[in-house]
């Protein structure tokens, strides 16, 4: 009963980290790399501007990274937040 036990926690711990939305402000180039259509050019671009500007104050702040436009923001905007 213990391993049941310990086991649906452990599941439970997943899912709700598989879940969870990746903060464009805190995030590491690897975890921006995960969303889809961003990669290392566009990850780094993301990191270069908020080291530069600052916190994102909302995810459409990302249109101001060059790159990332209205159809890579829509295909990621439910995965991130800007926290």
Same mark, same amino acid.
């Given at each position: 009963?213990?391993? @049941? @036990? =310990?086991?649906?926690?452990? =599941?439970?711990?997943?899912?709700?980290? !598989?879940?969870?939305? $990746?903060? +464009? /402000? *805190? !995030?590491?180039?690897?975890?921006?790399?995960? =969303?889809? %259509? +961003? %990669? !290392?050019?566009?990850?780094?671009?993301?990191?270069?501007?908020? *080291?530069?500007? %600052? /916190?994102?104050?909302?995810?459409?702040?990302?249109?101001? $990274?060059? %790159?990332?436009?209205?159809?890579? =923001?829509?295909? +990621?905007?439910?995965?991130?937040?800007?926290?």
């Amino acid at each position: 009963m213990k391993k @049941l @036990l =310990l086991t649906l926690c452990m =599941l439970f711990f997943f899912a709700a980290s !598989a879940l969870a939305a $990746v903060n +464009i /402000n *805190t !995030a590491d180039l690897k975890t921006l790399e995960s =969303l889809p %259509g +961003i %990669g !290392a050019s566009k990850a780094q671009a993301i990191i270069d501007y908020r *080291t530069e500007h %600052g /916190n994102f104050k909302s995810i459409d702040d990302l249109k101001n $990274v060059k %790159g990332i436009g209205d159809k890579v =923001l829509e295909k +990621i905007k439910d995965q991130i937040e800007a926290k």
